[in-house]
């Protein structure tokens, strides 16, 4: 951790001692970001196999955790009518992974078993990819393509043939899964906690992927909003002018 006058800095590298690091330089801060945060793939793969590895999650776990936080259930969690409560297990190698390229992002679930009530399903593995591209909002994430659903190890086109077993959870994954990883994402601005609340939302500024790794998002001021006083026949107004700041508060991995 690191300050000057004008910025807070902080770098941390989450890894076991066989699991990797970056290996080269983030990308640079957008200038005008209040918030920053430059983060490897390999962070977010080693603390999900750190945590998520070999584990098995049920439906019911997740209830009672959002339940305890005073959450909401997301849609995509949750079972239609005519569905069995779910658990996956996660594979104990690579359970949730990150894959940047160049303007790109591809996120990879790694299941070893599922349940769907009383049914077993063998191992699949689920994954999605998504292009940035300039938004309403700033920016959005749109997916290339259909998510995918394979068992390990599957190459789609060749000669082999899915089970009658595979493709009957390969139906009931994708109708989840494609609640999960939506067609469309409009990044939202950024909510901060507790005191810091008045200073946001924050709208996204910046959405970086790197083909080595990276991932950079830096946040903005938020836009100020211009109130007229009524003087006479004078009517209220009010006008959001867009915010320019140069004071950076980065995170590092």
């Known amino acids: 951790m690191s300050t000057s006058d004008s910025r807070l800095s902080v770098t941390a590298r989450k890894a076991l001692a066989d699991q990797i690091g ?27 196999e750190i945590t998520l590895g070999g584990r098995t999650i049920t439906q019911q776990f997740v209830e009672e955790q959002i339940k305890k936080n005073n959450g909401t259930l997301p849609e995509a969690l949750g079972n239609d009518p005519d569905q069995q409560p779910w658990s996956i297990t996660f594979a104990k190698r690579k359970p949730v992974e990150l894959d940047a390229g160049d303007d790109r992002v591809k996120v990879t679930v790694r299941g070893s078993r599922f349940t769907s009530g009383e049914r077993e399903f063998p191992a699949m593995d689920i994954w999605a990819a998504y292009r940035i591209e300039p938004g309403p909002a700033g920016v959005r994430l749109v997916r290339d393509g259909d998510v ?8 789609p086109g060749g000669g082999e043939k899915l089970t009658m077993q595979e493709t ?6 994708q109708k989840r899964f494609n609640k999960v990883f939506k067609e ?20 996204m500024e910046q959405l970086v992927a790197r083909k080595d790794g990276w991932v950079a998002v830096g946040w903005r001021k938020k836009d100020p909003v211009i ?17 320019v700041s140069h004071a950076v508060a980065m995170i590092t991995d």
């Open 22 to 48: 970056a290996f080269t330089a983030p990308p640079a801060v957008d200038a005008d970001a209040v918030l920053a945060a430059r983060v490897h793939e390999t962070l977010v793969n080693n603390a999900a």
């Open 148 to 155: 995918q659903i394979y068992p390990p190890g599957f190459v």
């Open 184 to 203: 469309v994402v409009d990044v939202e601005p950024l909510k901060l906690p507790g005191e810091l609340e008045r200073a946001g939302p924050l709208p």
């Open 168 to 173: 009957s959870l390969r139906r009931i994954l």
């Open 227 to 243: 109130r007229e006083s009524v003087v006479g026949d004078v009517i209220l107004s009010e006008r959001v002018v867009p915010a």
